[in-house]
């Protein structure tokens, strides 16, 4: 006679020593031991995985060279050279800086980060106006958005990584959302944040958003991604021409939303994290769409010039062209 199953089978995909989980457990474990080191030790891990990261991704290596080449042609070859490392160096850190945010207690986290500009995001949020924050793609990025979901909800449209594992990593970080990885929801808790980070994938349109700033919830804006032609304009990076979404008039316009840059950096010797908040943009958006584009564009660059190794040069920024330009990237 066969044997019955069991009432209840476990599959294979739920034991946590299952060999789809082998990676994760090896990385997720370095990765949370580390974010228990002092500061400095920290730093220097982070730097040394940033110079392997720097040796073992070619592909990747070569994008960011292409972008510092094309945006800093004033400089010599040997400085553009150092900027590269220093950038590797600084995506390294990037990776234990957010295993801190994600583990550490809240009072060890807020005594990392120093604050600029808060006043601006406060008198907003007095006045009861919807609030849009431009974050522009430096390294630091997931240090901000932790930090400012203590302060109050927050919502912030992505695009779905390939990486399964990934997505649901930053899910469960974010909003505690369960996942199939046994492993990921022992290891891994949703920060003990007052609120959470809801995260909306740019395929559902401009809805969500639309209700969430309509609602009081802050948008967390990513402006500097190159998402192709569709709602984009040509405005200069650089002074190269970049596809630069639109979306921040139109959210703007339909919500009467304030626009506040925030940008964070990563302060010297692993010695913690800086967080800065614009003043609101004046008259913004206008009528015009391609010169908002250009001003967004205008302050980010602003910016990226104070702390340049910390701005995400490994992104495709200038991947989509004008109509008979030749690719950017070979």
């Not at 990025?141 to 990934?166: D, F, G, H, T």
Request: net charge positive; with cysteine.
């Amino acid at each position: 006679m066969a044997r019955r199953p069991p009432t209840n089978p476990v599959s294979d995909v739920d034991r946590l020593d299952h060999p789809r989980y082998w990676l994760t457990w090896i990385g997720t474990l370095l990765w949370r031991l580390v974010s228990v080191f002092p500061s400095r030790i920290r730093w220097i891990v982070g730097h040394v995985l940033g110079l392997a990261l720097y040796h073992l991704l070619p592909a990747r290596r070569r994008v960011a060279a292409r972008n510092i080449d094309a945006c800093f042609t004033q400089w010599s070859v040997k400085r553009r050279r150092r900027l590269l490392k220093d950038h590797f160096a600084s995506v390294g850190q990037s990776v234990f800086d957010l295993g801190v945010a994600v583990w550490s207690t809240s009072s060890r986290f807020h005594g990392m980060v120093r604050v600029e500009g808060i006043s601006h995001l406060q008198q907003a949020r007095a006045r009861n106006r919807p609030v849009i924050l431009l974050a522009p793609h430096f390294v630091t990025l997931p240090i901000s958005a932790l930090y400012l979901i203590e302060l109050q909800p927050i919502i912030a449209m992505y695009k779905r990584p390939r990486n399964q594992l990934v997505h649901a990593g930053y899910r469960r970080v974010c909003n505690g959302s369960t996942t199939s990885n046994a492993l990921l929801d022992r290891l891994i808790r949703k920060r003990n944040s007052t609120h959470e980070l809801k995260l909306v994938e740019h395929r559902r349109g401009m809805r969500p958003i639309v209700r969430a700033l309509r609602s009081g919830v802050a948008f967390y804006y990513l402006p500097d991604q190159d998402l192709g032609r569709r709602h984009a304009v040509f405005a200069p990076f650089f002074g190269i021409e970049a596809a630069t979404v639109t979306a921040v008039s139109r959210f703007a316009s339909l919500t009467d939303a304030l626009v506040i840059l925030c940008w964070s950096r990563q302060l010297p010797f692993g010695s913690g994290y800086e967080i800065n908040f614009s003043e609101p943009l004046h008259d913004f958006p206008s009528n015009d769409e391609q010169r908002d584009a250009e001003r967004i564009n205008l302050h980010i660059e602003e910016i990226v010039r104070n702390i340049p190794e910390q701005y995400f040069w490994l992104h495709k920024r200038f991947k989509t062209r004008p109509v008979g330009d030749t690719p950017f990237y070979e």
